[in-house]
């Protein structure tokens, strides 16, 4: 008999709100359409639901570089337009916009991802969910590839001072540079990315990128080819991803799960049905190590809604009826209404042969590496930022004289999901409605 997982999902309502731009492919809304599908099927009366806190720029500050953190924290769209050669430095064009609230944004983002990592670090969950989260092409001191802050370089900082290795995974169809970069010389990460690779952004991750120095050996690229397959994809996700876990053993696993590797993303040029890609979580999850699942790319909507849903599912265990219950968004998923992203017939250019040679040319890369390197025992530092929490407290105490309750604990804050609050106190009245609570006590989720 196995013991029923613990999972925690984070989920803030307002990071729907934000907007990269009209004509830009990147939608935050569709976290939005995620989440109303998750309550839909009702799986948020099975998970442990918070709204995560907003990630401070001093927080931001254990990757990036303060100058970035500092421009990102003041920029507006008339800032970047009146200093564009300042502007220039730190984001890439059309790419990265200085949209309005792009500093909030990326706060929820890097907030779910950190708060994530400590709740895995603290044994409170088996499964950590942030949808939000997986901006994997930011680098220290600039925005790329539609990621300004990278989260989860911020979660894998935080995971090691408990878990002497993680493995980073990634599945999006683009190469998770900016985490590979970040690790590229340690052996307590080891990066595994399947991601077209060729005339294609970002342009790195191929095979014989393996790491330096000390990290040699401890970056694993796939680099795979158009129109990959559920079949194809698997022939080789499985028997890699079961040497790395063999070989390195890590004590976490973080997870990219970007479903731009979709059939029919407006980017991407793969060929993975809904089930193909949600089977690699499915993978990971058997093997028993605590998991961070994070969002990432994924560029036609309804398809990444369906998919994160459905792939929320699996870490629960639960299956879910194909026709689409009734939700907020229900006619984005016309005409058909149904929970599936198919494949298509396009043509998969990865022959077996090709396949096979990545495959040998890892197992040659994985056999150099020791078995569970080991680190040096050391205690374990405080909490980051425990520090500054009391002194941020007491000022917002001060401020909200009424109720005496900061923001952080509200943030923290989980409402049964049986009860509404119609204050910010506690005293409450039972309020009949069917909204699921995510971590305050005035904002339902929808």
Known sequence: MTLKKRITYYYDEEVGNYNYGYMHPMKPFRMRMAHSLVSAYKLDRELNVIRPP??????MTRFHSDDYVEFLSRVTPELADYEPEHASVYLSGEDCPAFDGV???????????????????????????????????????????????????????????????????DIDVHHGDGVEEAFYTTDRVMSVSFHKFGDFFPGT????DIGVAQGRGYAVNVPLRDGIDDDSYQGIFRPVMRMVMERFRPGAVVMQCGTDS?????????????????????????????????????????????????????????????????????????????????????????TPEYLDKIKALIAEQLRSVPHAPSVQMMQVPRDWPEDSDGELDDGEMDADRETKMTRRQRDARIVPHAEAYDTDTDEFTPIVNTYRHTGTATRPAR
């Open 54 to 59: 907003r990630a401070s720029a001093l927080e």
């Open 103 to 169: 500093f909030e944004f990326c706060s929820i983002s890097a907030g779910g991802s950190i708060a994530g990592a400590k709740r895995i670090n603290h044994g409170e969950s088996d499964i950590v969910v942030n949808w939000a989260g997986g901006l994997h092409h930011a680098k220290k001191g600039a925005a790329s590839g539609f990621c300004y802050i990278n989260d989860i370089v911020l979660a894998i900082l935080e995971l090691l001072r408990y878990h002497q290795r993680v493995m980073y995974l």
């Open 205 to 208: 991750g191929h095979v014989s």
């Open 262 to 350: 979709l059939s029919g993303d407006r980017i991407g040029c793969f060929n993975l049905s809904m089930k193909g890609h949600a089977a690699c979580v499915e993978f990971m999850k058997s093997f028993n190590v605590p998991l961070f699942c994070l969002g990432g790319g994924g560029y036609t909507i309804r398809n990444v809604a369906r998919t994160w849903a459905y792939e929320t599912a699996v870490l629960l265990g639960k299956e879910l009826d194909p026709v689409l219950p009734f939700n907020d968004y229900y006619d984005f998923y016309g005409p058909e209404f149904r929970l599936d992203v198919p494949a298509s017939n396009m043509d998969n250019a990865n």
